[in-house]
């Protein structure tokens, strides 16, 4: 069973910081296209931020464009979201999610909260 898990999330003041971390016990992430989503109470899943597998292209949301960067660490099979400058509208449950050919697998999701 694929298994991504999320971790970082935290409770941060307007202006922190944190890191997301997206890990795949047991399989490779090389392949795969992985996202960061995030959906907010009483909102929809949105994306924030992508990597390609191909060639390591990042896309990000416009929101959070100059405060959020996404990186993959092949090494540590692991993709992170480094946040900064938070604000409390960035306040949500975040989701990795990976996508190669047919294959989309989501995690559980990992609470950021930002507040004074």
């Known amino acids: 069973q694929v298994q991504l898990v999320e971790s970082g999330g935290g409770l941060v003041q307007p202006g922190g910081s944190l890191r997301l971390a997206c890990a795949a016990p047991g399989f490779t992430l090389d392949y795969y296209t992985i996202g960061w989503f995030r959906q907010a109470p009483g909102k929809e899943r949105e994306g924030v931020s992508c990597i390609t597998s191909s060639d390591g292209s990042t896309f990000y949301a416009d929101s959070v464009k100059g405060r959020f960067f996404i990186s993959r660490d092949k090494g540590q099979n692991t993709v992170y979201l480094q946040m900064i400058s938070l604000k409390p509208e960035d306040t949500a449950v975040y989701y990795c999610?990976?996508?190669?050919?047919?294959?989309?697998?989501w995690g559980q999701g990992t609470q950021v909260t930002v507040s004074s």
């Open positions: 999610n990976a996508q190669w050919l047919w294959r989309d697998y």
